[in-house]
């Protein structure tokens, strides 16, 4: 059993950054992949991005593909998504997720734990 948390969301200009953080709780943080994953009013929760158990490895959504950033910090039970260049479509509730498996996966339904997901407003 793992708890996730997020936190770093908030309001912010086209244009800006903002970084996210999701705190783990347990002691096989280590063991997981983790995800970001985002949700907008009215949409689907989709993919951002994953990075494996050891940061050896990534992916990210083609819509964020180098503008935001996807790094963990096992020492500290701690994955982060770093977003730069944010526009009006990154709006959206932001969810950490960890997968059991040292799959890298995209799929929503892969994952086994979730946050409880912190706001991203992107204004104009």
């Known amino acids: 059993q793992v708890q996730l948390v997020e936190s770093g969301g908030g309001l912010v200009q086209a244009g800006g950054s903002l970084r996210l953080s999701c705190a783990a709780s347990?002691?096989?943080?280590?063991?997981?992949?983790m995800g970001w994953f985002r949700q907008a009013p009215g949409k689907e929760r989709e993919f951002v991005a994953v990075i494996s158990w050891n940061g050896g490895s990534t992916s990210y959504a083609d819509s964020v593909k180098g503008r935001f950033t996807i790094s963990r910090d096992n020492a500290k039970n701690t994955v982060y998504l770093q977003m730069n260049s944010l526009k009006l479509e990154d709006t959206a509730v932001y969810y950490c997720?960890?997968?059991?498996?040292?799959?890298?996966?995209?799929?929503?339904?892969?994952?086994?734990?979730w946050g409880q997901g912190t706001q991203v407003t992107v204004s104009s």
């Open positions: 347990g002691r096989t943080f280590r063991q997981y992949t």
């Open positions: 997720a960890a997968d059991q498996t040292f799959a890298v996966r995209i799929t929503p339904t892969a994952y086994d734990y």
